[in-house]
T-cell receptor
Framework: QQQVKQSPQSLIVQKGGISIINCAYE??????FPWYQQFPGKGPALLIA?????SEKKEGRFTISFNKSAKQFSLHIMDSQPGDSATYFC??????????FGTGTSLTVIP | EAQVTQNPRYLITVTGKKLTVTCSQN?????MSWYRQDPGLGLRQIYY???????DKGDVPEGYKVSRKEKRNFPLILESPSPNQTSLYFC?????????????FGEGSRLTVL
């Protein structure tokens, strides 16, 4: 069973718009929640990450919102750009050893 | 340049023919791990290693073996590949001392088992 559920599977956003990707988990032992960005033909690369004692983390146009009680977290991409077109994976980890990834969201930003 | 190098990048093989996908990192990372990426399933962890001679199963270890004899290398071994192991494989490493450290991924190895 999928430990981390991610939605939507695909997303099309106009340039300048806000992209929102959602993830949910069940295991309260998870203590680290990263987001990875993957371009075609490349390996995933860390975009931004959060720990469960923080409700929000912002880095430039990228923000993670974390709701511990609901066991949900989301990625917001403000002012989306065509260069943001990629596949995004949320993940959850316990103790930095076991990692569980969501199924991925293919984002297309239309100029 | 800091990197994780996987070989081969592409491989077509037949059922039952043993193969090894190599992974090497030049960042002196203690932790290394292997993932497979399949459409609709995302990335799933196969095995991980916290240091030399220390390995543990991830979410989908069946049909795979690993070894960690040197810090920089973490090969993935398919003793008797089957068609359901056709996938895109990624190796990753990170500094163990940072529990929430960044995973650095290789560029992937696309394996087809006929």
């Amino acid at each position: 069973q999928q430990q981390v559920k991610q939605s939507p599977q695909s997303l099309i956003v106009q340039k300048g718009g806000i992209s929102i990707i959602n993830c949910a988990y069940e295991n309260t032992a998870f203590d680290y929640f990263p987001w990875y960005q993957q371009f075609p033909g490349k390996g995933p690369a860390l975009l931004i990450a959060i720990r469960p004692d923080v409700s929000e983390k912002k880095e430039g146009r990228f923000t993670i919102s974390f709701n511990k009680s609901a066991k949900q977290f989301s990625l917001h991409i403000m002012d989306s750009q065509p260069g943001d077109s990629a596949t995004y994976f949320c993940a959850a980890s316990m103790s930095g050893n076991q990692f569980y990834f969501g199924t991925g969201t293919s984002l297309t930003v239309i100029p | 340049e800091a990197q994780v190098t996987q070989n081969p990048r592409y491989l077509i093989t037949v059922t039952g023919k043993k193969l090894t996908v190599t992974c090497s990192q030049n960042m002196n990372h203690e932790y290394m791990s292997w993932y497979r990426q399949d459409p609709g399933l995302g990335l799933r962890q196969i095995y991980y290693s916290m240091n030399v001679e220390v390995t543990d199963k991830g979410d989908v270890p069946e049909g795979y073996k690993v070894s960690r004899k040197e810090k920089r290398n973490f090969p993935l071994i398919l003793e008797s590949p089957s068609p359901n192991q056709t996938s895109l494989y990624f190796c990753a490493s990170k500094a163990s001392r940072i529990q929430s450290g960044e995973l650095f991924f290789g560029e992937g190895s696309r394996l087809t088992v006929l």
